[in-house]
Each structure stands twice: as structure tokens, then as C-alpha cells.
């Protein structure tokens, strides 16, 4: 069953599931914190814009702190790209 208005897509093995202001990312059985989904919610908070992130990480916990670490990366750059850094 599809969600309404959801986008789905597929990047270097990662399933990515966006009905905004949410994006969910779930790791390809290859990638070291298999199995492992990141919940993004795109907020604004004192007029900037911002990221919430939620990880559910089954793997060790160094592949689990490897992956959080990318992703806070990627928050960094769609933020920027969103204008919300400064």
C-alpha cells in the first residue's frame, strides 16, 4: 500500500521514502548498519530551517555511530541547500 503524495527512489542501495516535510532511508542489506531506517523531518525553528533526526540501528554500535555521522553530514548540506545554515 502506497502512501498518498509519497515519492520513492532508490541511491546506491539505500530505499529513500519522502512525503515531506518526512524522509525516511532504509540501508541495503550491504551496508554495515544493516538493518538500520533514518526518520528526517524537515522544521522550522526561530525562523531557520532545521532537521530532525530519529535512527533505529540494529548493527554494532560503531557501524550505528558511522552511520549516524553520515547522515547528521547530510543535514548539514540539504540545510544548507534549503537555506537554513548560517
Not at 12 to 23: D, K, S
Not at 59 to 82: H, I, T, W, Y
Request: aromatic residues 6%; hydrophobic residues 40%.
Amino acid at each position: 500500500m502506497a502512501l498518498p503524495g509519497a515519492k520513492t527512489s532508490e541511491q546506491q542501495g539505500w530505499l529513500a521514502v519522502e512525503q515531506m516535510p518526512v524522509m525516511w532511508s532504509f540501508s541495503p542489506t550491504s551496508h554495515e548498519a544493516y538493518p538500520a531506517a533514518v526518520k528526517r523531518t524537515v522544521v522550522q525553528r526561530d525562523g531557520r530551517i532545521d532537521i530532525d533526526m530519529s535512527v533505529l540501528c540494529e548493527a554494532p554500535k560503531p557501524a550505528c555511530d558511522r552511520l549516524v555521522e553520515s547522515f547528521k553530514g547530510l543535514n548539514e548540506q540539504m540545510k544548507r541547500r534549503l537555506g537554513g545554515a548560517r
